[in-house]
């Protein structure tokens, strides 16, 4: 892929992440309420995810992680385990933050995230796994024209 391609497959993955998690996030939370609520979340999602990955490297260090675990590249293993590690990263960064945002500094601010994280990280994996390859194909189609 070329550069142009993998920042374009970069920005649709971030996109339909932030609506799948901030939509996750949001039926936990005990549902939907105001659009403007739910739009906002999706805002804060998108944004922190973008920024995050423009920062942190997280596709050499799911690479890095996977074939250090032995994993073939290409494999499906590796594909799982460098998914994984990826989703970890953002889902951790994503959900912590949000969760700072809409509750504050307060003592409870750990405990209150962590009862949402591992079905949020579930989601994500889930999704990333299931729009890589569409959304890479998505990404060169839209890249060529």
């Known amino acids: 892929m070329t550069q142009k391609q993998i920042q374009m497959m970069?920005?649709?993955?971030?996109?339909?992440?932030?609506f799948v998690i901030n939509s996750a996030a949001t039926i936990l939370a005990g549902g939907f309420t105001e659009t403007s609520v739910y739009l906002v979340g999706m805002f804060e999602a998108f944004s922190i995810n973008y920024i995050a990955g423009l920062i942190i490297p997280v596709e050499k260090i799911g690479c890095t992680?996977?074939?250090?675990?032995?994993?073939?590249?290409?494999?499906?293993?590796?594909?799982?385990?460098?998914?994984?590690?990826?989703?970890?990263?953002f889902v951790t960064i994503i959900s912590f933050t949000i969760a700072l945002i809409n509750v504050g500094p307060v003592a409870e601010l750990p405990m209150i995230w962590i009862k949402t994280y591992p079905v949020l990280h579930i989601?994500?994996?889930v999704t990333s796994l299931l729009i890589e390859k569409?959304?890479?194909?998505?990404?060169?189609?839209l890249c060529s024209k």
């Open 123 to 125: 989601v994500g994996l």
């Open 134 to 141: 569409p959304v890479m194909e998505l990404a060169k189609v």
């Open 65 to 89: 992680v996977a074939e250090g675990l032995g994993c073939k590249p290409g494999s499906r293993l590796h594909k799982l385990i460098r998914v994984f590690i990826i989703n970890a990263i």
């Open 10 to 18: 970069i920005l649709i993955q971030d996109i339909i992440l932030a």
